[in-house]
């Protein structure tokens, strides 16, 4: 109809565009590298060792080896090693949140004395090198016989608090007071009213800082390979580790390629399916008080 108005367009600003193509340019050549690096550990993983070795894993000439990877998950115990890895990330997440929430949203809604510098030390905790404090925590475990999963899980809950605690803090502190004042006219306690009303308001920093919290404790290596002292204690980085040294006796090229990709495919199903949640965690914030 004539009386229909057309949709709005905003004009493109070719200027401001070719300014930004320098970046535009890195980031596709990123992506292509990106893709074309997995897309080849794919076709490896469904390749046998002959095929790799030669460098036609794309041929499929014998066909698809989807045995590869019941031989990784089965014959080079990479089921142990994920559901080590699984069990390190979950009880380590909800540890570190456990911790870091509620100190997060006292720091940030109440003043008293010392809450500065307990801010101060956080922010000092976070920029010390791990590989710095691992000899030390070795020591001092060794001295007090500390072991196995239960201190890794420990350690892991204790160097992520500082991060999470200061990355909480701030979506805490732009929250408005009226929340709480209407809650305690309710008679709502001071604990109930941050885990029924505060703790939701936050559930996109919450859901963010998790993530991240389960693709660090995820990928981590150092601090696995010196604290496990078995492979039944194994996560998925010393895990794969301990399948190099055995492919290079058995050969088992194809194999290896499968368990990567099986180490590879949680933390990106995080991502796929939880993007959006990640994005509004970042930039995202609560209401100004």
Same mark, same amino acid.
């Given at each position: 109809?004539?009386?229909?108005?057309?949709a709005?367009?905003?004009?493109i600003?070719w200027?401001?565009?070719l300014r930004?193509?320098?970046g535009?340019?890195?980031?596709? *050549?990123?992506?292509?590298?990106?893709? $074309?690096?997995?897309?080849?550990i794919?076709g490896?993983?469904l390749?046998?060792?002959? =095929?790799?070795?030669q460098g036609?894993?794309?041929? +499929?000439?014998?066909?698809?080896?989807?045995?590869?990877?019941?031989?990784?998950?089965?014959?080079?115990? $990479?089921?142990?090693?994920?559901?080590?890895?699984?069990?390190?990330?979950?009880?380590?997440?909800a540890? $570190? *949140?456990? &911790?870091?929430?509620p100190?997060? %949203?006292?720091?940030?809604r109440?003043?008293f004395?010392?809450g500065k510098?307990?801010?101060?030390g956080?922010?000092i905790?976070?920029?010390?090198p791990v590989?710095?404090?691992?000899?030390p925590? %070795?020591? *001092?475990? $060794?001295?007090?016989?500390?072991?196995g999963?239960?201190?890794?899980?420990?350690l892991y809950?204790l160097?992520?608090?500082?991060?999470?605690?200061i990355?909480?803090? =701030?979506?805490?502190?732009?929250?408005?007071?009226?929340?709480?004042?209407?809650? %305690?006219? =309710?008679?709502?306690?001071?604990?109930k009213? +941050?885990?029924? &009303?505060?703790l939701? *308001?936050?559930?996109?920093?919450?859901?963010?800082?998790?993530?991240?919290?389960?693709?660090s404790?995820w990928n981590?290596?150092?601090?696995a390979?010196?604290?496990?002292?078995?492979e039944?204690?194994?996560?998925v980085?010393?895990?794969?580790?301990?399948?190099?040294?055995?492919?290079?006796?058995?050969?088992q090229?194809?194999?290896?390629?499968?368990?990567?990709?099986i180490?590879?495919?949680?933390?990106?199903?995080?991502? &796929?399916?939880?993007s959006?949640k990640?994005?509004s965690?970042?930039?995202g914030?609560?209401?100004?008080?």
């Amino acid at each position: 109809m004539k009386n229909e108005k057309k949709a709005y367009r905003p004009k493109i600003n070719w200027h401001k565009e070719l300014r930004l193509l320098p970046g535009y340019i890195i980031v596709l *050549l990123w992506l292509a590298f990106t893709v $074309v690096m997995l897309g080849w550990i794919i076709g490896a993983s469904l390749s046998t060792p002959r =095929d790799i070795y030669q460098g036609q894993i794309f041929q +499929f000439s014998t066909g698809l080896h989807w045995e590869n990877y019941a031989t990784a998950w089965n014959t080079q115990n $990479v089921s142990v090693f994920f559901g080590n890895s699984l069990l390190y990330s979950v009880i380590s997440c909800a540890g $570190v *949140l456990a &911790i870091a929430a509620p100190a997060a %949203y006292v720091l940030s809604r109440w003043k008293f004395t010392g809450g500065k510098a307990l801010r101060i030390g956080l922010v000092i905790a976070m920029s010390v090198p791990v590989i710095m404090v691992i000899m030390p925590i %070795y020591s *001092l475990s $060794v001295q007090w016989g500390l072991k196995g999963r239960v201190l890794l899980v420990i350690l892991y809950i204790l160097l992520r608090v500082p991060y999470t605690t200061i990355y909480l803090l =701030d979506f805490f502190s732009t929250l408005s007071r009226a929340y709480e004042e209407a809650a %305690y006219l =309710d008679g709502c306690s001071a604990p109930k009213t +941050f885990l029924k &009303i505060m703790l939701p *308001l936050v559930q996109p920093a919450i859901v963010t800082v998790t993530i991240f919290n389960f693709m660090s404790v995820w990928n981590e290596f150092f601090m696995a390979l010196i604290f496990t002292s078995s492979e039944s204690m194994a996560p998925v980085g010393v895990g794969l580790l301990n399948i190099i040294n055995a492919m290079k006796q058995t050969g088992q090229m194809g194999g290896m390629f499968a368990a990567v990709i099986i180490v590879f495919l949680p933390t990106f199903l995080l991502y &796929i399916f939880l993007s959006e949640k990640i994005i509004s965690g970042v930039t995202g914030g609560g209401v100004k008080g």
